[in-house]
């Protein structure tokens, strides 16, 4: 089992800034990937960032590239989100999930992901 907590949502004017972290405890050897998903109202869930352990590759989607970064440590412990140029449509719950997968293709599906924490919720005004 994993367990993943997640932290540093708040609210936030556009523009602004915020990070946040996802504290991962139990079996960490049974995952390989850890993702940062958000989900706004009435939205499908959608994979934001992730890192892959074998390597430290790190992915992102197209709406979020060039303004977020996503960081781990060696020891699978911590994940965190560093959340740049915030815009009012980022406003979401942020969830962070670990899975072990096994192509790379495969990050942004939510079903791929065995283990999630409560969510963190984010909201940018304009």
């Known amino acids: 089992q994993v367990q993943l907590v997640e932290s540093g949502g708040g609210s936030v004017q556009a523009g602004g800034s915020l990070t946040l972290s996802c504290a991962a405890s139990?079996?960490?050897?049974?995952?390989?990937?850890i993702t940062w998903f958000r989900q706004a109202p009435g939205r499908e869930r959608e994979g934001v960032a992730a890192i892959f352990y074998g390597d430290f590759r790190t992915v992102y989607s197209n709406s979020v590239k060039g303004r977020f970064s996503i960081s781990g440590d060696n020891a699978k412990k911590s994940v965190y989100l560093q959340m740049n140029n915030l815009k009012p449509e980022d406003t979401a719950i942020y969830y962070c999930?670990?899975?072990?997968?096994?192509?790379?293709?495969?990050?942004?599906?939510?079903?791929?992901?065995?283990?999630w924490g409560q969510g963190t919720q984010v909201t940018v005004s304009s």
């Open positions: 139990g079996n960490v050897g049974t995952f390989n990937y």
């Open positions: 999930a670990a899975g072990l997968l096994i192509h790379h293709s495969y990050w942004s599906a939510s079903s791929e992901y065995r283990y």
